[in-house]
C-alpha cells in the first residue's frame, strides 16, 4: 500500500513538471471571458506573450544575422503563413525591440515568456546575443555611411549590412532616432548594472554609441532657435558628420516641435547635445504652442465630461510613445493627464455607437484579392479631443489599448481580447495588424507597431530603467522639473473628469465575410 501511494505520488509529481509548461492554443482570445480578465488578466497576459513572442522569428520579426528588426511580413489571407516580408525597418522598430531585451535582461519573467517560453533561464542571455549582433551592425553601417552620425534612417535590413531604403539615401528621421536612443539609454543602465562581465562591456560599447549620437546631434538636428528639423537632410552620407565637405539642412519646413512621442528627441538633444543654455531654453519655447489644454465634452451630442486633456495631435495611441520610455509618470499632473487620455479613449469608443474598438494610427486592411495594404492610415484617434479633426474611422487596432493597459491593465485587454475575437485577428505570429469595426475586412500583416506597443506597456515600459541611469548621469531632477513646469503652466493642478471611470467594449465585432485563418482556428 505504501509502495503504491508512493509511486502515485512520483507519477503524480513527474505529470505536474510535464505540464508545467503548456502552449495555449492559438485562438485563445475567445476562450478568455472578459469578467476573467477584469478580475485577473495573468492568464491571458501568458497566452498574449506566447503567441506574440511567435513575431520573434528569423525572417518574420527580424533578421537573426544582424540582429535588425523588420517593419512586419504580410500574411496569407487564408492560412495566416507569412508570406511577404517588409525587408525595411527604422529606428523606432528597433526601439521596441530593444525594450523587449531591457527585461529580459533584468530577468523578467513575461519578457522570458515571449523570447523563450520554454526555457525561460534562457532569455537574458537571448537578448544580450541579439544585442550585441546588432551594435556591430549599427557600426558597420556608421563605418559605410558616416553621414549618419551614428543615427539610422530608413533601412533594409535583410542583407548582412544595412543600407539606407532608397528614399532614405541622404535623409535621416528626428522622431524614430529620439525613441531608439532612450531604449538604448535603459539597455545600457541594465547592462552596466550586472555582475557579467560580458554585459558590461557591451553597455560600454553601447554608450560610446550613445555618446557619439549625442556627439552629432545638434550638429545634424538643430536649426538654431529652438528648432529642430523632422527630417535632416545629408550633403553626402558617405562623409563623416565634421567633413568640411558636409552639410546638413532641415528637409522642407518640417519641425519637430510636438508635445508627442517627437518629444523624446528633443530630450536627447536638450540633455546631451552640448547646447548653450539660452539655447536649451528655445527647445521648450517652440513647443509650447502645441501644449495645449483641452477640456471640453468628449461627445457633444451624448455628453460624457468634462475632461481635461491635453490636446491630441489624433490622439491615436501611437502618440502617448514617450511615457514607455521616460519617467514623465513621476511628474503626477502628466499621469493624471494620460489617464484622462484613456477616459477619453475608451469612452469614445462607447459613445461613438457600434464600434468594438479603438483607434491608432495603423495599416489598411489588407486587399483581399491581392494580398496588399493600400495605405497606412495616420489619422486616426479621438477628433473631438484633437487637433487634427479630420480622421479616417473606419479601422481599429488591438495596440490601440497600449496607453489604456497602462493605467488598467484589466480594462485595456478587456478592449484587445474584444478586438482579437474578430475572425482573423489572430494568427501562428500573435495578433492580427487591424480590422474594420463592421466586420468586412482585416489586415493581414503583422508587425512591431502593431503588436509590440502592447507587449511593451504589459511590460512596463522602460521609464524605471532609464530614470535609474537619469539618477546616475544627474539629469533626473531637471527632467522633472522641466516636465512640471511645462506642463503646470499650461495645466495648473486641477483637471477635470477625473472621477470618470474607464469604459468597457460593449460591442463585438461583427461576423459579416471575414475568416479564422486555417492555421489559428
Ligand atoms: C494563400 O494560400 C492558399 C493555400 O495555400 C493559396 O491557395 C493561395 O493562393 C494563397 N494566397 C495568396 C494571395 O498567396
Ligand atoms: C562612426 O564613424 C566615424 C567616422 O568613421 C568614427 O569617427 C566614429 O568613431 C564612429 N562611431 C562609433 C560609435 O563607432
Ligand atoms: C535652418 O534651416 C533652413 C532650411 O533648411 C536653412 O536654410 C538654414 O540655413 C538653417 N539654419 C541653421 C542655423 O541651421
Ligand atoms: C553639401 O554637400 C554636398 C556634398 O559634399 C555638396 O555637393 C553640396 O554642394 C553641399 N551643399 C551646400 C549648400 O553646401
Ligand atoms: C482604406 O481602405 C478603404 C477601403 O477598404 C479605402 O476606402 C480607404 O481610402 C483606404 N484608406 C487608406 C489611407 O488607405
Ligand atoms: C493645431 O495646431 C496648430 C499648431 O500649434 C495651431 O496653429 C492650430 O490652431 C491648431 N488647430 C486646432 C484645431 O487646434
Ligand atoms: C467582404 O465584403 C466587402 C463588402 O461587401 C467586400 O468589399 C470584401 O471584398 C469582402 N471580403 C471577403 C473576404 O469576401
Ligand atoms: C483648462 O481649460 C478648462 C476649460 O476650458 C478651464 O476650466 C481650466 O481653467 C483650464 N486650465 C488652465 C490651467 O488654464
Known amino acids: 500500500m505504501a509502495f503504491l501511494r508512493g509511486f502515485l505520488v512520483v507519477v503524480t509529481l513527474l505529470l505536474s513538471l510535464v505540464s508545467c509548461f503548456q502552449a495555449p492554443p492559438c485562438r485563445f482570445s475567445p476562450r478568455h471571458s472578459q469578467q476573467e480578465i477584469l478580475n485577473n488578466p495573468t492568464n491571458f497576459v501568458n497566452d498574449i506573450l506566447y503567441w506574440e513572442g511567435h513575431f520573434h522569428a528569423n525572417n518574420i520579426g527580424y533578421n537573426t544575422a544582424n540582429g535588425m528588426s523588420y517593419d512586419g511580413t504580410l500574411i496569407n489571407g487564408t492560412?495566416?503563413?507569412?508570406?511577404?516580408?517588409?525587408?525595411?525597418?527604422?529606428?523606432?522598430?528597433?526601439?521596441?525591440?530593444?525594450?523587449?531585451?531591457?527585461?529580459?535582461l533584468a530577468g523578467d519573467s513575461r519578457a522570458a515568456t515571449f523570447l523563450s517560453p520554454t526555457n525561460q533561464k534562457a532569455a537574458p542571455g537571448i537578448a544580450a546575443n541579439i544585442l550585441k549582433t546588432k551594435l556591430n551592425t549599427y557600426l558597420k553601417f556608421n563605418q559605410t555611411f558616416p553621414g549618419y552620425g551614428g543615427f539610422l534612417p530608413w533601412f533594409l535590413a535583410d542583407q548582412a549590412d544595412i543600407q539606407p531604403t532608397s528614399d532614405w539615401v541622404n535623409r535621416v528621421p528626428a522622431l524614430d532616432n529620439g525613441e531608439l536612443i532612450w531604449s538604448v539609454y535603459a539597455a545600457v543602465q541594465v547592462l552596466e548594472?550586472?555582475?557579467?562581465?560580458?554585459?558590461?562591456?557591451?553597455?560600454?560599447?553601447?554608450?560610446?554609441?550613445?555618446?557619439?549620437?549625442?556627439?552629432?546631434?545638434?550638429?545634424?538636428?538643430?536649426?538654431?532657435?529652438?528648432?529642430?528639423?523632422?527630417?535632416?537632410?545629408?550633403?553626402?552620407?558617405?562623409?563623416?558628420?565634421?567633413?568640411?565637405?558636409q552639410n546638413y539642412t532641415c528637409e522642407g519646413t518640417g519641425l519637430i516641435n510636438d508635445p508627442y512621442e517627437g518629444e523624446?528627441?528633443?530630450?536627447?538633444?536638450?540633455?546631451?547635445?552640448?547646447?548653450?543654455?539660452?539655447?536649451?531654453?528655445?527647445?521648450?519655447?517652440?513647443?509650447?504652442?502645441?501644449?495645449?489644454?483641452?477640456?471640453?465634452?468628449?461627445?457633444?451630442?451624448?455628453?460624457?465630461?468634462p475632461i481635461t486633456v491635453q490636446e491630441g495631435f489624433w490622439l491615436s495611441s501611437h502618440e502617448q510613445w514617450k511615457v514607455l520610455e521616460l519617467p514623465y509618470f513621476d511628474v503626477s499632473i502628466v499621469k493624471r493627464l494620460y489617464n484622462n487620455a484613456e477616459r477619453v479613449r475608451t469612452c469614445n469608443s462607447v459613445l461613438m455607437g457600434r464600434n468594438p474598438g479603438m483607434f491608432a494610427s495603423v495599416n489598411n486592411i489588407t486587399d483581399p484579392v491581392t494580398g496588399q495594404i493600400p495605405g497606412y492610415i495616420s489619422n486616426a484617434g479621438v477628433p473631438e479631443v484633437s487637433n487634427q479633426t479630420v480622421q479616417e474611422l473606419d479601422v481599429i487596432t488591438?495596440?490601440?489599448v497600449f496607453p489604456t493597459v497602462l493605467f488598467d491593465e484589466g480594462i485595456g485587454l478587456a478592449w484587445y481580447k474584444n478586438m482579437l475575437d474578430g475572425k482573423g485577428m489572430q494568427n501562428r505570429y500573435g495578433s492580427t495588424e487591424s480590422?474594420?469595426?463592421?466586420?468586412?475586412?482585416?489586415?493581414?500583416?503583422?508587425?512591431?507597431?502593431?503588436?509590440?506597443?502592447?507587449?511593451?506597456?504589459l511590460l512596463g515600459g522602460v521609464a524605471k530603467y532609464s530614470k535609474m541611469k537619469m539618477h546616475k548621469d544627474g539629469i533626473y531632477d531637471e527632467f522633472v522639473k522641466i516636465t512640471q513646469r511645462e506642463y503646470g503652466r499650461v495645466f495648473g493642478n486641477t483637471l477635470k473628469g477625473e472621477n470618470i471611470r474607464l469604459c468597457l467594449p460593449t460591442f463585438s465585432v461583427p461576423v459579416v465575410n471575414v475568416s479564422d485563418f486555417t492555421t489559428c482556428r
Not at 525595411?88 to 531591457?102: G, H, T
Not at 475586412?441 to 512591431?448: E, K, L, P, R, Y
Request: include cysteine; glycine fraction near 6%.
Open 79 to 104: 492560412t495566416g503563413i507569412a508570406t511577404d516580408k517588409h525587408p525595411f525597418s527604422a529606428a523606432s522598430k528597433e526601439s521596441l525591440q530593444i525594450m523587449v531585451y531591457v527585461h529580459a
Open 264 to 305: 523624446l528627441f528633443t530630450w536627447w538633444l536638450y540633455f546631451f547635445g552640448g547646447l548653450s543654455s539660452s539655447d536649451k531654453n528655445a527647445l521648450w519655447e517652440v513647443k509650447r504652442p502645441q501644449l495645449v489644454n483641452y477640456s471640453g465634452a468628449l461627445v457633444t451630442s451624448r455628453h460624457i465630461g
Open 193 to 245: 548594472s550586472s555582475p557579467n562581465r560580458e554585459w558590461k562591456t557591451l553597455a560600454k560599447a553601447w554608450q560610446t554609441w550613445l555618446d557619439y549620437t549625442a556627439s552629432n546631434a545638434a550638429r545634424i538636428f538643430y536649426n538654431g532657435t529652438g528648432r529642430v528639423c523632422a527630417v535632416a537632410d545629408l550633403g553626402d552620407q558617405s562623409l563623416p558628420p565634421n567633413s568640411p565637405s
Open 435 to 457: 480590422e474594420r469595426r463592421d466586420g468586412i475586412g482585416i489586415s493581414a500583416f503583422v508587425s512591431w507597431d502593431s503588436k509590440i506597443t502592447t507587449v511593451n506597456a
Open 398 to 400: 488591438p495596440y490601440s
